[in-house]
């Protein structure tokens, strides 16, 4: 290597290291991604990125391949965190849940009921009720950390928790709501593949490599049987160790989880993001902007999220279950109740199984995504803002 290009990587990677281990920068791909997807969605590439997603390979289209095959993995590393957090995390004790788990209940109720206000009445629509209930965690934790120092940590680990706790709550309405008719003896092979894994987990075993291949199993089989293919990945990661051998030992949790992470934020993701969120807006109008799915989608995001954290977590402080986090005010408090409602991969996920054989729905449940996410960034930002300048004192004489 020529010594000049040699000191330019030097000089180059602290900062490329830097970048993909800040907690903001898999948020930051994600815009990247979702912007590209409508600029190529609303340009002359728009054929070619409509068509390339329908092209078949092994029998599934690659739509499906990035929803249930990519997503899969997704879920995997989220049902990761779900048992990390749960069992030796920020949600280790109960003291620790009632604060976070009070708001994530309030962040999926109001948001649900105010889709439903917009869509009473319409049994074809009334199906998307789910879709504002989630929180994208890398989006707003990118979100939060681009604001530095003016939040206090205790906020980033509530934001932190509250969303684990909203990611489970999706995994069970998808698990429960969103499956299709039933294979038995799919769904059979599938249970045999949990079975085999809880074995696996009560024997002591810790290498990865029979879960991972077990888990494979296991997806082709959850994915013929109706029920979604991505809590294969949820299911396995339940299964996953969290302790070695010894107290010296690696954890097998905590190996796959640091193995996935990256991959995760920096190719599924965006790549989910990309292959979702581009939606031609030509011949768009703005009563299709103001459809009942787009309103009840956005809404539920902005509003629903805001009223239902904020009054939820009200009512767990004022009776005495939980405390304010240390070191925060209401208002910021409240900044992150605006900062949840930045939906965007999981709403997305969830309407796509709300409305799966109807484009036009898919496309306003993006429209409202969008929309509602954007907004809730924003504001929930400004208020942060807000609520880190310094009172003004009036100057004395």
Known sequence: MHPESSRVSQAQSPFF??????ESSGGIVLIIAAVLALIVANSSLSGAYFDAL?????????????NDGLMAIFFLLVGLEIK???????????ERRALPGFAALGGMLAPALVYVYFNA??????????IPAATDIAFALGVLSLLGKRVPISLKVFLSALAILDDLGAVLIIAMFYTSELSVWMLAGALACVAVLMVLNKSGATRLLPYLLVGA?????????????????VILALCIPIAGKSETDDSPLMSLEGKLHLWVAFLIVPVFGFA????????????SLLSPVSMGVALGLLLGKQVGITLFSLLAIKSGVARLPQGSSWLQLYGIALLCGIGFTMSLFIGMLAFPNTPALVDEVKVGVLLGSLLSAVLGVA???LAAKPARHPATR
């Open 17 to 22: 290291i830097r970048f993909l281990h800040a």
């Open 54 to 66: 329908h092209v078949y390979v092994a029998g599934l289209s690659i739509h499906h391949w990035i």
């Open 84 to 94: 990390r957090e749960l069992l030796a995390g920020q949600l280790a004790t109960w």
């Open 121 to 130: 009445g319409s049994e074809q629509t009334m199906a998307g009720w789910a």
């Open 217 to 233: 199993v296991m997806w082709f089989f959850t994915l013929k049987s109706g029920v979604h293919a991505t809590l294969a990945g």
């Open 276 to 287: 979702n969120a581009g939606v031609s807006l030509a011949g768009f109008s703005v009563e």
């Open 383 to 385: 208020v942060l803002l």
